[in-house]
């Protein structure tokens, strides 16, 4: 099977290409698109596309049924965009590195490829070299012995020139978006295969450099450490020649690499030097082949593709590589002072296509005082440290149907309700969304401390005012009247709309309503305890609540309140096994909601799962959402990815005797 390519985007990495896969076995050039006629057409002559395939749209090339695979030569902001316009139009996509302007543009890519079954790999050629192989080859032999320490620099004097994509930060220039990615993929790559692993993602981003006058990094050096041990010296530049030789050393000895990263130049033959040192003795291996550079990846890739294959095999980067990749470039960008266009606060770049067509519609629910109807699932904003890594999942929210925003004074100490406000103010839709505040979190949780805490709240979210405030916590030591008329205090002021309480029982918040009821005053109208499908066994933090007990729920049936679920899914104690332990070991979803009882939870929320052609995950939201009393989830999901996978639980309906079951309040439903 020869794979059918078609290229977007005519420059000089796009011909390389084209000459690669002229070199290819497994791949042809069909097609190419280019906004520029000029440009596309003397493409197309100097590869004999037919004139029927040079697109003067990349839309036209994307529908273009002669067209398997699709490969992005853009510059760097259009790679994200591009690469989920391919895979949603039902192509195979290999795009130029940086894959996103953001590791948070990436998960989205990776996320898309894997809902439309299609491949999808981030463009660094040298890992497809038969150079890359054979030094993992070497330190798998343990010749050089445990593997320690790399150095290795990725630097070039291009002169500044007014426009130049390396210094437009419009066109996400630098040093670190345009060459880093080298550099950081080889480290990581040698990091992993020194503890035996395809990768390794480093515990410590440290790094140092100089702007451009544009704002982007001209020059920038880096420090990675790994769990390991294994130290990594990097370093990049457009504005200046580096020794661009790898270095790797072992406690036994080291490998050099003369030019890891275009052995031959691009045009071939593509010979590749490495130097063995082992004591004194040093031999040098030379690996000839008379294809050029990207003959290499153009057909690795074309071969992976053809065997139905949905990400490369190593040592060519997979999903999870290019992710930690982009991650730790996101650090070390943040570490030399360069911010992209895409994370300052004025913002409005959007990544569309994230969501699916046909998702199941957000279910809605109207809480007393509240004007806007309330998405049931609520979406926690303890996560994104950008705008730009936020606005990946807030877009992808809203457009799946959800306009309800979980944020808290401490999160972030303060960054992440920053972060969201800047997002609703360049997207004009602070009168669009139900914002939850938070505050008086323990030890600050007096009756002076929320007004002055909800000031700094408000001045963080941009807001003259949110619809619902929640104390984060409750202080029994003071008297509950006193929080009630603070609480009414605000109220009056126009500061906030209704309010209740997280981390409260029961009694405490009906002795709140008691003395609300006597002096005229607006009671809590809603609880905010841990409520989901397992029951914590362990407080997932001090002074944590649930409402899974046969006494809370018996007061929530009563009707007086609403209850916002914290933890609703339990910390993933109804994924899959391999997916449940990615947290800390102490907050763990075995550690917190571990028990007998909840295993048997989970089991009843698998049969039932089955019986829907659902996941468990997936049931046990359906139950927080299910009670007879009015409830609502708050979900914290990472990606746009997770959100899809959270809705289809929205959208399921339990009977009464299915919720009861599954909690095991009755024997049978």
Not at 194 to 212: D, I, Q, R
Request: overall charge neutral; hydrophobic content about 45%; charged content about 20%.
């Amino acid at each position: 099977m020869t794979i059918r390519w078609g290229i977007i985007g005519p420059g000089a990495i796009a011909h390389n290409y084209a000459d690669g896969l002229a070199q290819s076995v497994s791949g042809r050039l069909v097609a190419i698109a280019g906004r520029d006629a000029a440009r596309r057409n003397a493409f197309g002559d100097a590869y004999g596309i037919a004139a029927d395939k040079r697109h003067d749209s990349y839309a036209g090339l994307m529908a273009d049924p002669d067209v398997d695979a699709v490969y992005i030569s853009t510059p760097h902001p259009w790679h994200a965009e591009l690469s989920i316009a391919a895979l949603r139009a039902g192509k195979h996509v290999l795009c130029e590195k940086p894959a996103g302007m953001n590791a948070a543009e990436v998960v989205a890519v990776t996320e898309v490829a894997a809902q439309e079954g299609r491949f999808f790999m981030e463009a660094f050629m040298y890992r497809c070299h038969p150079q890359i192989a054979r030094v993992l080859e070497i330190i798998a032999s343990g010749e050089i012995g445990t593997t320690r320490h790399i150095r290795t620099q990725f630097g070039f004097n291009a002169p500044y020139r007014p426009g130049s994509r390396l210094y437009e930060m419009a066109l996400g220039g630098g040093g670190i978006l345009d060459v880093g990615g080298y550099p950081v993929s080889l480290a990581r790559l040698i990091a992993g295969a020194a503890v035996g692993l395809p990768f390794a993602n480093p515990v410590s981003v440290k790094g140092t450099g100089a702007l451009a006058e544009t704002g982007v990094d001209a020059v920038a050096h880096g420090l990675l450490t790994f769990g390991s041990g294994f130290i990594a010296e990097i370093a990049v530049a457009v504005a200046r020649n580096m020794d661009n030789r790898a270095i790797i050393t072992g406690d036994k000895g080291q490998i050099v690499l003369d030019d890891p990263w275009v052995p031959g130049r691009n045009a071939g033959p593509s010979d590749a030097t490495i130097h063995i040192t082992v004591g004194k003795e040093t031999r040098t291996e030379v690996l000839r082949d008379p294809r050029m550079l990207f003959a290499f990846e153009a057909e690795h890739v074309s071969k992976a593709i053809a065997a139905g294959l949905l990400q490369a095999p190593h040592p060519a980067p997979s999903h999870a590589d290019s992710i930690g990749n982009n991650e730790t470039l996101d650090k070390w960008r943040a570490e030399v002072g360069y911010r992209t266009f895409a994370e300052t606060p004025a913002t409005n770049r959007v990544l569309p296509g994230v969501v699916p067509a046909g998702l199941p519609a957000m279910p809605m629910v109207r809480l007393e005082g509240v004007g806007l109807p309330v998405s049931k699932l609520i979406l926690g904003c303890d996560n994104r440290n950008t705008v730009a890594e936020g606005a990946v999942v807030w877009d992808a929210w809203m457009e799946a149907g959800g306009n309800a925003f979980d944020t808290g004074f401490v999160y972030g100490g303060g960054l992440h309700e920053k972060v969201l406000g800047e997002w609703m103010a360049a997207r004009g839709v602070a009168k669009d969304v139900v914002v939850i505040a938070k505050g008086a979190h323990t030890p600050y949780c007096t009756p002076r401390a929320i007004g002055t805490q909800l000031d700094i709240s408000l001045e963080r979210l941009g807001l003259d005012s949110v619809p619902i405030y929640i104390m984060h916590r409750d202080n029994p030591q003071v008297p509950v009247a006193e929080f009630v008329d603070a609480l009414n205090a605000l109220k009056r002021s126009g500061k906030i709309g209704i309010f209740g309480g997280s981390n409260w029982s029961p009694a405490r918040l009906a002795e709140a309503n008691a003395y609300a009821a006597k002096h005229g005053l607006e009671p809590f109208r809603i609880l905010n305890n841990n409520l989901s499908l397992a029951v914590m066994e362990k407080p997932v933090w001090a002074g944590c609540v649930t409402s899974n007990t046969p006494e809370t729920l018996a007061f929530l049936r009563q009707g007086s309140v609403a209850h916002l679920s914290w933890s609703s899914q339990a910390r993933g104690y109804f994924l899959p096994e391999d997916l449940r332990n990615r947290l800390p070991a102490d907050t763990a979803p075995e550690t917190c909601f571990g028990s007998p009882a909840n295993a048997e939870r989970r089991r009843r929320a698998e049969a039932l799962a089955a019986e829907r052609g659902l996941t468990a995950h997936n049931i046990a939201t359906a139950w927080v959402l299910g009670q007879s009393f009015p409830s609502l989830a708050l979900i914290g999901p990472r990606s746009p990815g997770e959100i899809m996978s959270t809705l289809p639980g929205a959208a399921t309906v339990l009977t009464e005797a299915e919720v009861l079951w599954l909690n095991l309040e009755r024997d049978t439903r």
